[in-house]
């Protein structure tokens, strides 16, 4: 089982970036899923959530209105659409999944699967 983030990389300030997710190896059309993201010298935190249906999405106060999460089950990939980039949105972005069906992620802890990450850079 593997989720592969893509999407990364340099943009300057103002501008968007679409990361991607895309799962192999099972499904997680039952499954919800999420994006945190880890700066340099901090802690990893939570930046958006979706439930397995896609009908219910959350998202961290510093990017609400900014991020937009989003998935497509027939293609078994998950999406965060970034607008607005900030310097301090830099930082790896994580995908990850809860294993138990229909249940929400009310933490990363929750999430028994990751990707690897992928780097998003906003220079101002």
């Known amino acids: 089982v593997q989720l592969q983030a893509s999407g990364g990389g340099l943009v300057q300030a103002g501008g968007s970036l679409r990361l991607s997710c895309a799962a192999s190896g099972r499904t997680f059309s039952s499954n919800a899923m999420g994006w945190f993201r880890q700066a340099p010298g901090k802690e990893r935190e939570f930046v958006a959530t979706i439930s397995w249906s896609g009908g219910s999405t959350y998202y961290a106060n510093s990017v609400k209105g900014r991020f937009t999460i989003s998935r497509d089950n027939a293609k078994n990939t998950m999406y965060l659409q970034m607008n607005s980039l900030k310097p301090e949105d830099t930082a790896v972005y994580y995908c990850?999944?809860?294993?138990?069906?229909?249940?929400?992620?009310?933490?990363?802890?929750?999430?028994?699967?990751w990707g690897q990450g992928t780097l998003v850079t906003v220079s101002s």
């Open positions: 990850a999944a809860r294993n138990t069906a229909f249940a929400p992620i009310r933490s990363q802890w929750e999430c028994e699967y």
